[in-house]
């Protein structure tokens, strides 16, 4: 079997195909035919040493991907070969609150990850996907998708007339925009650039609650004048420490952030009475449970949601797919075929 690895140092140019033994799954383990893989932008600090510089190498990066299962092992019951499935994030994350020890499971760093053509996985870390997306399709789910649904409806309670503010057109910001409007609900959306927002008004978000941040650097402000000065009622801020204090001061009284990312930063001085005055309520969400994973690909299926998917590359140019996202100028998922 073929993979790619970081192996004696980080970076996208130390970014080796190898060749590993053929896997063959214990007792409670499946193997996975890989078909399909996405990246997050987890994925390329990790690759880069950013994530954690601490973390041992080799390494096969990424944490999302969707395959056929090939074979079993002999006390597994919940797939059976044939089955496409997909991987966790946290293969060992079930359901319920999660132990330190099954945060210690997640793909593509601490553990080695799907950028391979085949991959074991224990049985508990697989589920079925939605037999109307493509493989493609279906790779884009383990990680931006369900950190979406957790946020806003495991953790946010998502109603229909809500509003959702969506920093950024990545992964998780787009599925967030997707679910709000499948359930009814008003997402809010921001972006360096023109051109990405009208991509996203095809999905069905209005031009006027799409907001360019470099020519509106006040943004925050624009999002109270768009909910009549009364603020949103979930905010997935993907930014950090760059951008939370204008979070703070556009989510209503009584809102939700939910801290999903670190695209601007994670350190800043900053006062923390707006989340006390306003009894504001910020969520860290790390993706989520298998649990959850279940039960977003059902909402998925009944509304037909189709994610978002700027480009595809083929296996053998899995650097080029790295450098894409690097360079911050997708809409949506990058994928990589088998």
């Not at 601490?54 to 395959?67: A, E, K, M, N, T």
């Not at 950190?147 to 969506?166: D, I």
């Not at 360096?192 to 799409?210: R, V």
């Amino acid at each position: 079997m073929k993979a790619w690895e970081i192996q004696e140092s980080f970076g996208i140019s130390h970014l080796v195909q190898v060749e590993r033994p053929d896997p063959t799954p214990g007792p409670y383990e499946v193997v996975v035919k890989m078909t399909a893989m996405s990246l997050n932008y987890r994925d390329l600090m990790m690759v880069t040493g950013r994530y954690n510089p601490r973390q041992p190498l080799p390494l096969v990066p990424l944490s999302d991907g969707v395959g056929e299962v090939i074979s079993v092992g002999a006390e597994v019951t919940q797939v059976q070969p044939g089955d496409r499935v997909a991987g966790c994030f946290f293969e060992h994350w079930t359901c319920g609150k999660p132990s330190r020890e099954a945060l210690k499971s997640s793909q593509g760093g601490p553990a080695d990850g799907m950028l391979m053509t085949h991959k074991i996985i224990h049985e508990n870390g697989v589920v079925h996907v939605p037999a109307y997306l493509s493989d493609e399709e279906a790779a884009t789910l383990p990680c931006a998708a369900v950190t979406a649904w957790n946020a806003l409806f495991t953790e946010g309670n998502l109603r229909p007339g809500e509003t959702v503010l969506c920093l950024g057109t990545g992964g998780v910001s787009v599925f967030a925009a997707q679910l709000a409007l499948a359930v009814g609900a008003r997402p809010i959306v921001t972006s360096s650039s023109d051109e990405k927002l009208t991509k996203l008004q095809a999905l069905g978000i209005s031009a006027g609650d799409c907001i360019n941040y470099r020519n509106t650097p006040d943004w925050e402000e624009s999002v109270l004048s768009l909910t009549d000065g009364v603020g949103v009622d979930h905010i997935l801020e993907v930014g950090g420490a760059g951008t939370l204090e204008k979070s703070l001061a556009c989510v209503r009284f009584g809102g939700n952030i939910y801290q999903i990312g670190i695209l601007a930063g994670v350190t800043k001085d900053m006062s923390v009475i707006p989340i006390l005055r306003n009894r504001v309520r910020v969520q860290g969400i790390y993706v989520g449970d298998r649990q959850s994973f279940d039960a977003m690909n059902a909402g998925i299926a009944q509304t037909k949601i189709q994610p978002v998917i700027d480009r595809v590359f083929d296996f053998e140019e899995a650097p080029e797919a790295f450098t894409h996202i690097e360079a911050a100028a997708h809409v949506g998922k990058i994928c990589i075929r088998v």
